[in-house]
């Protein structure tokens, strides 16, 4: 090393470890060995991806805004309630696709409806399989559903639920009927329509 050299670079400290190896952190090994460049990463790498598309892509998993629009119920006037349920249950959310293949696409499902059946709150968060075919897809979605008349049955405002539904993609948007079968009560007896609004890709597999 030449006399009156501020620091020593790589060449001077063959014996060095690099700091992946040593533990010590970026800012650190920078510190550390001025001379030697430190590779950075993005700290936020492990948030999702979406790369905006406005259009549905059949070889890629796809984001789209739900438009909860109508429900229609098969007994909509029930001799114990004290109004007719209400049927444009208006609602918000969100299909993050995690996969899309051939055969099957898997993805998370969550929606808010400030105003449902029961004019309560209600909102879900859950997962959906959903099965290619010719015509129409059929798929379950499997949910954790929140809604204040529940408490009625089981005491608490929250429980399990698995809806099918028939799933119909055009270009722009996706049309998904949802049905509810009469487990708990024969008010629940309903379809559901569901519009939903491709804004991207998703970083799936």
Do not use: C
Not at 7 to 19: G, I, K, N, R
């Amino acid at each position: 090393m030449l006399a009156g050299t501020a620091f020593a670079t790589a060449e001077d400290t063959p014996h060095a470890v690099p700091h992946e190896e040593t533990g010590v952190s970026t800012e650190m090994a920078t510190h550390a060995n001025p001379g030697v460049p430190v590779e950075t990463s993005d700290s936020w790498d492990w948030l999702p991806t979406l790369d905006w598309d406005f259009r549905y892509k059949q070889d890629q998993p796809n984001f789209a805004i739900n438009t909860t629009i109508y429900a229609w119920h098969f007994k909509p006037d029930l001799e114990w309630y004290e109004e007719p349920l209400n049927e444009w249950t208006w609602g918000v959310g969100f299909t993050y696709e995690l996969h899309r293949g051939e055969d099957f696409i898997w993805a998370v499902n969550a929606d808010i409806i400030p105003y449902d059946s029961t004019r309560d709150f209600a909102a879900d968060i859950g997962t959906s399989i959903q099965w290619h075919n010719p015509v129409v897809d059929v798929g379950a979605q499997f949910m954790v559903l929140y809604k204040r008349n529940f408490e009625t049955t089981w005491g608490v405002p929250v429980g399990p639920a698995l809806f099918p539904y028939l799933h119909r993609e055009f270009d722009y948007f996706a049309l998904r009927i949802y049905w509810i079968p009469p487990v708990r009560a024969a008010s629940d007896n309903q379809v559901i329509f569901q519009v939903q609004i491709p804004i991207g890709t998703t970083g799936g597999y």
